[in-house]
């Protein structure tokens, strides 16, 4: 038998976890166990029942495994996605986190992993060798380039880098000419020199020096999260290069920053998180650092509980995290005047359980642009490109087909 588990958790940037809990009982049968759900079925004679904290599987061969599991969800809708992992009968998955005032406890990882771990999170050292560079603004950029037609451009969110989009580059690279790049301070690149006003602007300037560099048409581009907050800003400032835009929940915090109830929120996340991460990246504690988002977005212990490829990944990126922690201007002011100047298509992806600060901006943001059409992906977080990849391609296909 041989599960693989997804924990509900708070939602992150980070690809920390699912919102729901996915279980394959010998290779073939999955059951999705929600906040809504007390009771499955699973194909064949395998059944499930949950209580929220205990779900107990029993399979065909009358094998059972119970797994303690933080599956509660709340308004907030705090998710994530860690990449599935593969584990062999003889192993229990347990983690520890802290939801609100509930404590529900999940304890051990016996260290067999019996299949490849998601090429989203492989270590670090290794370079495909497609790999091709340009020199842009002062920095190096490494991208990977796929396909023949209209240029599509992938943008990946904080704390992340190209691999986050490894199951859409194939797909769309049979329609499109596909460029997935490393943002400045990013994994694969190795720029040092880390600007104390780093921003979107920064990284927009960047996409459209790459543009230009490799002489492209008027793209597509797709972004996620802080990479979709520099598309925002490349519309902006190069609307001549933007054929469409793809917005995956850019915190555009102005947007919020000016009402009084998204000035809360904003202030939330800046205080229980960015201020003490700077101050930890100040003091040169850049685990610290990175134990801090991770608990901040997942819960208590957490951070102790991944496998080690993970870590590295987010090691891998820490440099873009500290950039953009300790910068005078991470979140640069978009002025709605100049949103409402963006005349080119826009899709806008939402999660119907992200964080309520992303809805809050996506709400604002939808009604500033013209030409603006608003997907909210059902059960997803913040991380919907790695929990529902194929329902967002084929939306994201659909879009482009159109322009």
Same mark, same amino acid.
């Given at each position: 038998m041989i599960f693989t588990l997804v924990d509900g958790m708070r939602e992150?940037?980070?690809?920390?976890?699912?919102?729901?809990?996915?279980?394959?009982?010998?290779t073939s049968r999955e059951i999705y166990f929600s906040r809504s759900a007390a009771r499955a079925s699973l194909p064949g004679r395998t059944t499930a029942r949950g209580s929220g904290l205990i779900l107990r599987i029993s399979g065909r061969e009358g094998e059972t495994a119970t797994f303690l599991s933080r599956c509660l969800f709340n308004s907030n809708g705090f998710g994530g996605g860690f990449?599935?992992?593969?584990?062999?009968?003889?192993?229990?998955?347990?983690?520890?986190?802290?939801?609100?005032?509930t404590a529900v406890l999940i304890?051990?990882?016996?260290?067999?992993?019996?299949?490849?771990?998601?090429?989203?999170?492989?270590?670090?050292?290794?370079?495909p060798s497609q790999f091709k560079n340009v020199r842009v603004?002062?920095?190096?950029?490494?991208?990977?380039?796929?396909?023949?037609?209209?240029?599509?451009?992938f943008v990946h969110g904080g704390l992340d880098d190209?691999?986050?989009?490894?199951?859409?580059?194939?797909?769309?690279?049979?329609?499109?000419?596909?460029?997935?790049?490393?943002?400045?301070?990013?994994?694969?690149?190795?720029?040092?020199?880390?600007?104390?006003?780093?921003?979107?602007?920064?990284?927009?300037?960047?996409?459209?020096?790459?543009? !230009?560099?490799?002489?492209? @048409?008027?793209?597509?581009?797709?972004?996620?999260?802080?990479?979709? *907050?520099?598309? $925002?800003?490349?519309?902006?400032?190069?609307?001549?290069?933007v054929r469409t835009l793809v917005l995956s929940e850019a915190p555009a915090h102005s947007l919020a920053l000016d009402k009084p109830a998204g000035a809360v929120l904003v202030n939330e996340f800046l205080d229980n998180l960015w201020k003490p991460a700077a101050l930890a990246f100040n003091n040169n504690e850049k685990e610290r650092a990175l134990r801090l988002t991770v608990k901040y977005f997942a819960g208590a212990d957490v951070y102790e509980q991944v496998p080690q490829n993970v870590r590295d990944y987010w090691m891998g990126n820490i440099r873009e995290w500290e950039a953009l922690t300790t910068s005078r201007d991470a979140f640069p002011a978009?002025?709605?005047? !100049?949103?409402?100047?963006? @005349?080119?298509?826009?899709?806008?992806?939402?999660?119907?359980?992200? *964080?309520?600060? $992303?809805?809050?901006?996506?709400?604002e943001l939808k009604p500033l642009l013209p030409n603006a059409e608003r997907i909210i992906v059902q059960n997803a977080t913040h991380d919907m490109w790695s929990e529902?990849?194929?329902?967002?391609?084929?939306?994201?296909?659909?879009?482009?087909?159109?322009?």
């Open positions: 992150s940037p980070l690809s920390l976890a699912h919102s729901y809990i996915s279980l394959v009982v010998d990449a599935p992992r593969h584990l062999s009968r003889w192993a229990l998955l347990f983690y520890y986190s802290m939801r609100k005032i304890l051990l990882i016996l260290p067999v992993f019996m299949a490849a771990q998601d090429s989203r999170v492989a270590s670090v050292s290794e370079k603004n002062g920095v190096q950029l490494h991208y990977l380039e796929k396909g023949k037609g209209v240029p599509v451009i190209y691999r986050m989009w490894e199951a859409q580059i194939k797909p769309f690279s049979e329609n499109y000419h596909v460029i997935a790049y490393g943002r400045r301070y990013n994994y694969p690149n190795n720029n040092l020199n880390v600007r104390p006003d780093h921003s979107a602007l920064v990284e927009a300037e960047d996409l459209a020096a790459l543009i !230009k560099k490799l002489k492209l @048409k008027p793209a597509h581009i797709i972004g996620h999260s802080y990479g979709a *907050l520099t598309a $925002l800003f490349l519309a902006v400032k190069h609307p001549k290069m978009l002025s709605r005047e !100049k949103v409402k100047r963006i @005349k080119i298509p826009v899709l806008m992806l939402s999660g119907e359980r992200s *964080l309520k600060v $992303l809805k809050f901006i996506d709400e529902q990849p194929d329902t967002l391609k084929k939306a994201v296909f659909g879009f482009l087909e159109k322009h």
